[in-house]
Nanobody
């Protein structure tokens, strides 16, 4: 079993930056990739970014491409999401998730374990 704990959320003005962290613990040895999703009030959960533990580059939703960067530190079993040029529409609860197999990185249904989420609020 894998546990995920997100941190780094908060309130920021439009144009500002935040860095989210997701620390994994437990049986992580067979984890294949990690992703970030977000859910705004009244909306469905949507894909933000994903990265394989064996890769340096990630996958991004079009809405965040060029502004957000996903990275990982295998030794610390931690995944990060650097968010720059934040917009009010980025306001949401951000969730970290992990998956054991390859496939569609943007599909939440393919992720096997999830964190509790961290709130990000961007004021205009």
């Amino acid at each position: 079993q894998v546990q995920l704990v997100e941190s780094g959320g908060g309130l920021v003005q439009a144009g500002g930056s935040l860095r989210l962290s997701c620390a994994a613990s437990g049986r992580t040895f067979n984890s294949y990739a990690m992703g970030w999703f977000r859910q705004a009030p009244g909306k469905e959960r949507e894909f933000v970014a994903a990265i394989r533990w064996s890769a340096d580059s990630g996958y991004y939703a079009d809405s965040v491409k060029g502004r957000f960067t996903i990275s990982r530190d295998n030794a610390k079993k931690t995944v990060y999401l650097q968010m720059n040029s934040l917009k009010p529409e980025d306001t949401a609860v951000y969730y970290c998730a992990g998956k054991y197999y390859s496939g569609d990185y943007s599909s939440s249904a393919e992720y096997d374990y999830w964190g509790q989420g961290t709130q990000v609020t961007v004021s205009s």
